[in-house]
């Protein structure tokens, strides 16, 4: 426990998200942490979502003598000495500023997902960071989870589905946008509504985590193409195909907010058998079955997860930092800069296609 990194974090914005991961680190039961987090300070668009934030989600969980400080502004936060990480859990359009704010003040940073808007603009943010020599990752918290750190084993070192020729990963939620208030951030295009940024992001994660034995500088660029439905400029359904030039392997990496999907979300497939994976979502994967082709028994691997597991990935910062890395070995800034390039060529493509009024 004495030797544990600690990690100060600030907090910035108090929607969704940022309750989540605060009541993560802060959890009791949770028997393979390797680090410890403390909440430093919280900031918010006023002093009284700070003050209900923290009644929410800190109090109560509090491991620390640290009485969080707690701000009406995001700005106090970036400006505390105390605070060596800043987490960014604002609507994806802020994710720049903020994060060039924190970096600005010297601040080490966990951004959430999708890391910016675009490709340009994530690569002013690594910019930043890399001159002023502060840690930043985008916070892709499903490539910690031991559940993917298993698979990925499986797949490319032990190679047990032998020769993988293709995969398909599909991540659905049933949003009735139109019932929305318009400033939702599943509605506003300005917020950087839609499937694909929102969880899109996910099923295309997979696609390259299980096609691909490398991340980062390291790996191939898959070749792309695409489709989506559009309605009132926020896409609904995306669909994405990768391919490997050099191996051939495909992926069909699907997202919608039409359609809540369940049972298995993903699904690789090789010469000896093949692995469905299983979780509340494709974000959060809490099991695989592998089933090789010659009829052996099948092999399930179950991981346990207290709370959501967002911690995994916060431990993995805290590592980082106490090791004096500037970016992360599970996602690399060139990781990041694929996926949002990608991306990039997904809205290209389905902004200008199919665009269906129909709200
Ligand atoms: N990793 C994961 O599993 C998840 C990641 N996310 C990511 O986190 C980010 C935030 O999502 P989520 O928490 O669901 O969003 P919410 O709408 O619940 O919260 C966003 C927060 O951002 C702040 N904010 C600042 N400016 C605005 C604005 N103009 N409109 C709305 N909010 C604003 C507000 O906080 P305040 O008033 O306190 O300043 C608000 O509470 C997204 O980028 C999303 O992709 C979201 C859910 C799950
Ligand atoms: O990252 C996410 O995962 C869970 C979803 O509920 C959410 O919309 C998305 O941002």
């Not at 910035?12 to 039961?29: C, H, M, N, P, Y």
Request: negative net charge; glycine residues 8%.
């Amino acid at each position: 426990m004495a030797d544990m990194p600690t990690v100060r974090w600030g907090i910035v914005a108090t929607g969704k998200i940022s309750g989540w991961f605060v009541e993560d680190i802060l959890r009791r039961d949770w028997p393979q942490r390797s680090a410890s987090h403390i909440v430093q300070a919280v900031g918010a668009s006023s002093l009284g979502k700070s003050q209900k934030f923290a009644e929410e989600f800190i109090t109560a969980r509090n491991n620390s003598d640290v009485q969080p400080e707690l701000y009406g502004s995001y700005k106090e936060v970036y400006k505390n000495d105390d605070v060596d990480c800043v987490y960014i859990g604002t609507p994806h359009s802020f994710h720049k500023q903020n994060c060039l704010d924190a970096i600005a003040a010297g601040k080490n940073v966990l951004c959430e997902k999708p890391f910016t808007m675009n490709a340009k603009e994530a690569e002013e943010v690594f910019a930043a960071a890399k001159a002023k020599g502060v840690y930043i990752m985008e916070a892709v918290w499903t490539r910690f989870f031991p559940t993917v750190k298993a698979l990925q084993k499986m797949l490319h070192e032990e190679k047990k589905l032998g020769k993988i020729y293709r995969m398909w990963c599909d991540f659905g939620l049933d949003i009735d946008i139109p019932s929305l208030p318009d400033d939702s951030r599943y509605k506003d295009p300005a917020l950087g509504a839609g499937s694909l940024l929102d969880i899109g992001i996910y099923s295309i994660t997979w696609g390259l985590l299980t096609l691909s034995e490398n991340v980062g500088d390291a790996a191939d660029d898959p070749e792309v193409a695409s489709t989506q439905t559009l309605s009132h400029g926020v896409d609904t359904d995306s669909s994405v195909l990768l391919k490997y030039p050099s191996t051939g392997r495909q992926g069909i990496c699907t997202s919608s907010t039409n359609f809540d999907s369940s049972g298995a979300f993903a699904r690789i497939e090789g010469s000896e058998g093949h692995i469905e994976v299983f979780g509340g979502k494709a974000a959060s994967p809490q099991m695989f079955v592998f089933h090789p082709k010659d009829g052996r028994k099948e092999e399930r691997h179950e991981f346990e997860k207290p709370g959501r597991g967002f911690y995994w990935e916060a431990d993995a910062v805290a590592h980082d930092l106490k090791a004096g890395e500037k970016e992360s070995e599970t996602v690399p800034h060139a990781e990041t800069m694929r996926m949002m390039r990608i991306m990039d060529g997904v809205r290209k493509r389905g902004g200008a296609r199919f665009p269906v009024d129909d709200w």
